[in-house]
């Protein structure tokens, strides 16, 4: 208790000079602040959109006046708001509105009856597109293949993509459009799958994509914009008040700008350019980020923020694309003969554009899934930051699902001198593509997946993200596999990642919160629950903290304040 008084009177440090009459207080409550000290109060009072108070029930009901609006929480939880830092947005948006859903698709035959249905409502000859399919999670599990879907659409073009965004499959009308065939080579840096014959299966990986993909009609501007509020709906619902949403290029970003210049972006949000894959995209993209301002400025006064660029170093654990030390797995204990997956951009030239870009002063997030490739991403920002020491870049490793141990030595090292190294994790892949990367990884790799309690014990910062549309995008479902580590069907058993690499829910926060804030240069405004910070609130029916771990789950947001208004209330 006396902890918490002092930590209490730490809060109401200054509250004097702010005693005004507030616009808005909450109070009989249990305020999780997840400031320095993990504080804990009973009310917070708004006013102009930012926190002034913070403190007792009766401290903060002496603000009241006659217009301020009480909202009693009842005993209720609040939180700051969730921050995803690394959610394709727009297009699972997209996706979302205009393709055919997946995601939760148990069989060939389910996926097939729906592509089917789809097909039916279209023109011959009409792209059919759909996305969020698993092989983890169909009874066969397999892959999707060419000749499936052209049972199901035999007048379409058809292509599906994987949920992890690095593999699809394409029936053989789409095939023949990209002139895909037997005697096709794999592109670089991409593989196109096939039978024993060596004839195309329709799964393509990486830069075998693009063949199929450019052929597809681009969304229109207001699919866009539409797939985006569809979004911001769903964050306001879930108690989500900021995201980065990472490698876009232009059309993404003018859906964004109109959205706020039509006052309907009510959630923060911070953009990765996409960077391309050779000297001259980083160089195109890198005159594109140097017209906008730099991170803490933005646009809306921190609603829209250009925070940097976008690489990737490997491809995928879906894929079995990311680049790795040692040969893949299949099924946990097979092992896939002479495939260690591969870099997706020349190391060496990778290396040449995080120069370029550190020398500008620009932030880089690079996607590393395996250890090979992480060990090359840490090394390079070293490199780079050693030649030209720029602090407060925050330098990222996006995804750094198996780092090895130099890496996680580097990142630590990073970090303390350079503000830079930050893995931004999705916890979620334990559980919603867990089985998928529990067959894929296999029994000895898959506990070295998402070391939190390492990272905590190294003092390592990282941050929580979905990847959304790989995962869901509720961060409740991240707060709960940073601290279960489940799979969604335990196929390898329902820990095959262990729980040695857990975290508490405090530290689970904390990353969605207070850290998350940080890499998208927002640490100042959001993120805790302080004087001055701005009032973007979650309102949960339980208390996260004391709840039994594995019904964080199942969270329920009661409401969301964003900038000190309210923008979701549930019935």
């Not at 780079?384 to 130099?406: F, Q």
């Not at 990282?462 to 790989?470: H, I, L, P, Q, R």
């Amino acid at each position: 208790m006396l902890k918490n008084a002092l930590a209490l009177a730490c809060l109401l440090c200054g509250f004097s000079a702010y005693a005004q009459t507030a616009d808005l207080i909450l109070v009989h409550g249990k305020i999780l602040t997840v400031d320095a000290k993990d504080s804990i109060a009973q009310a917070v009072a708004i006013r102009g959109g930012k926190i002034v108070a913070v403190g007792t029930d009766q401290q903060i009901l002496a603000l009241a006046g006659p217009k301020t609006q009480t909202i009693d929480l009842h005993g209720r939880t609040a939180t700051p708001g969730l921050i995803d830092t690394h959610a394709h947005l727009a297009n699972g948006g997209y996706d979302e509105l205009y393709a055919v859903s997946l995601s939760d698709a148990t069989s060939v035959s389910d996926v097939m009856n729906r592509v089917e249905a789809a097909s039916a409502k279209l023109q011959p000859g009409q792209w059919l597109t759909g996305a969020g399919w698993d092989e983890g999670k169909l009874a066969e599990r397999r892959y999707l293949l060419a000749s499936d879907l052209d049972k199901a659409a035999p007048h379409n073009p058809v292509w599906l993509m994987q949920t992890t965004g690095h593999y699809g499959v394409a029936n053989h009308q789409a095939l023949q459009m990209a002139h895909i065939t037997t005697e096709s080579k794999d592109p670089p840096a991409g593989t196109i799958d096939r039978d024993p014959q060596g004839v195309p299966t329709g799964v393509l990986k990486e830069s075998a994509m693009d063949a199929v993909q450019k052929l597809i009609p681009p969304p229109t501007p207001e699919q866009l914009r539409n797939g985006i509020l569809r979004m911001v709906d769903t964050m306001h619902r879930e108690g989500m008040t900021a995201v980065k949403d990472p490698s876009i290029e232009q059309p993404i970003w003018d859906a964004y700008r109109q959205l706020l210049e039509e006052k309907k972006l009510s959630v923060h949000v911070c953009v990765l350019w996409h960077g391309g894959a050779t000297i001259e995209s980083a160089r195109a993209t890198l005159a594109r980020i140097q017209t906008l301002p730099r991170p803490p400025q933005s646009l809306g006064d921190g609603n829209l923020l250009s925070c940097g660029v976008k690489l990737f170093m490997d491809g995928s654990g879906g894929a079995r694309t990311a680049w790795v030390y040692d040969e893949w797995n299949t099924h946990s204990t097979g092992v896939v003969q002479g495939n260690r997956g591969y870099p997706l951009i020349d190391p060496e030239t990778y290396r040449q554009m995080v120069r370029l870009f550190n020398q500008a002063g620009v932030n880089v997030g690079t996607h590393a899934i395996g250890d090979h490739a992480i060990d090359w991403v840490v090394d390079t920002y070293a490199q780079a930051l050693k030649e030209k020491p720029t602090p407060g870049l925050r330098h990222s490793i996006i995804h750094a699902n198996i780092p090895s141990d130099h890496a996680i030595a580097t990142m630590a090292s990073l970090e303390k001198a350079y503000d830079a190294g930050y893995p931004e994790v999705e916890p979620g892949f334990t559980w919603w593509i867990g089985d998928t990367y529990a067959g894929n990884f296999g029994p000895q790799r898959a506990l070295r997946l998402n070391p939190l309690h390492t990272f905590q014990s190294r003092g390592i910062v990282w941050t929580g993200g979905s990847d959304y549309s790989v995962t869901p995008l509720p961060a409740r479902y991240g707060l709960w596999a940073s601290v279960e580590r489940e799979t969604a069907k335990g196929v390898y058993g329902s820990h095959p990642f262990g729980t040695a690499e857990s975290v508490d829910v405090h530290t689970a926060l904390r990353s969605y919160t207070a850290w998350a804030a940080r890499q998208l240069f927002l640490e100042d405004k959001v993120g805790s629950l302080e004087l001055g910070k701005e009032a973007d609130i979650a309102v949960w029916d339980k208390d996260m903290y004391t709840i039994p771990p594995g019904e964080l789950r199942n969270l329920k947001c009661e409401m969301t304040i964003y900038n000190g208004q309210v923008v979701y209330r549930s019935q």
